[in-house]
C-alpha cells in the first residue's frame, strides 16, 4: 500500500522560516515531488527529489532521505502570500501516478 | 506556451446524471492525469494516458472512465452521478518523467 503523512496545519511569522515534513511508505519510489496550493487554485509545482540531499531553489527548499521516508519542505524570509497548502507528492516506478498527501495548510501571520 | 486548460470551470449536476469534462495538455505534452480533490481525501489520482492508451489507474469505480486523442486532449466521464462525486477534478499534462503541471480544475456540483 502507498501512505503519506504531512502535518495538517501549521503557522509561522511573516520573515521567519518554516519546515514542512512528509513521511511516506510507499511500494515503489521515483521521485518526491512538493506542489504549493493557494485556495481556489490549481497545485503549482514547486520541487522535486529523486536523489538523497538537499536540492535549493531561492527561497524554497527540499531534502529527501530514501531510507528514512522522510522528505522536508523548507520555506526561508516567509511572505504573506506564502499562506497557502503545501502538497507532498510520490512517484512510484514508472508512469506518471502521484500519490499526495493530504496536504498541509501553512498560514503566515504578520 | 499556453498552460493547461480545462473546461468547463464549473458544472451543476443532479444525481444519475452523467458528465464529461475535457482537458487541453500543455503543447508537447503527451502524459495526461486526472485527480480528484475533496476537503476531506486530498487530492486523488483517477487515471493516467499516454499517447491515447490509460497506463495507469487509481482505485475508483467503473463509473469513472477517460480517454486521449490523437492531439493528446483528453476528457474524463463520470456516469450516474452520485452526490459524493462532488469534488474539484484537476487535470495535469507532463512530458515523460518530468512534473506535472495542472490545469485549473472543474468544479462539479452533484444536487
Known amino acids: 500500500g502507498q501512505n503519506i503523512d504531512q502535518p495538517t496545519e501549521m503557522t509561522a511569522t511573516e520573515g521567519a522560516i518554516v519546515q514542512i515534513n512528509c513521511t511516506y511508505q510507499?511500494?515503489?519510489?521515483?521521485?518526491l515531488f512538493w506542489y504549493q496550493q493557494h485556495a481556489g487554485e490549481a497545485p503549482t509545482f514547486l520541487s522535486y527529489?529523486?536523489?538523497?540531499g538537499l536540492e535549493e531553489k531561492g527561497r524554497f527548499s527540499s531534502f529527501l532521505s530514501r531510507s528514512k521516508g522522510y522528505s522536508y519542505l523548507l520555506l526561508k524570509e516567509l511572505q504573506m502570500k506564502d499562506s497557502a497548502s503545501y502538497l507532498c507528492?510520490?512517484?512510484?516506478?514508472?508512469?506518471?501516478?502521484?500519490?499526495f498527501g493530504t496536504g498541509t495548510r501553512l498560514l503566515v501571520s504578520p | 506556451k499556453a498552460g493547461v486548460t480545462q473546461t468547463p470551470r464549473y458544472l451543476i449536476k443532479t444525481r444519475g446524471q452523467q458528465v464529461t469534462l475535457s482537458c487541453s495538455p500543455i503543447?508537447?505534452?503527451?502524459?495526461v492525469s486526472w485527480y480528484q480533490q475533496t476537503p476531506g481525501q486530498g487530492l486523488q489520482f483517477l487515471f493516467e494516458y499516454f499517447s491515447e492508451t490509460q497506463r495507469n489507474k487509481g482505485n475508483f469505480p467503473g463509473r469513472f472512465s477517460g480517454r486521449q486523442f490523437s492531439n493528446s486532449r483528453s476528457e474524463m466521464n463520470v456516469s450516474t452521478l452520485e452526490l459524493g462525486d462532488s469534488a474539484l477534478y484537476l487535470c495535469a499534462s507532463s512530458q515523460e518523467g518530468n512534473e506535472q503541471f495542472f490545469g485549473p480544475g472543474t468544479r462539479l456540483t452533484v444536487l
Open positions: 510507499t511500494s515503489g519510489f521515483n521521485g
Open positions: 507528492a510520490v512517484r512510484g516506478r514508472g508512469f506518471q501516478k502521484l500519490v
Open positions: 527529489n529523486v536523489l538523497d
Open positions: 503543447s508537447g505534452h503527451r502524459s
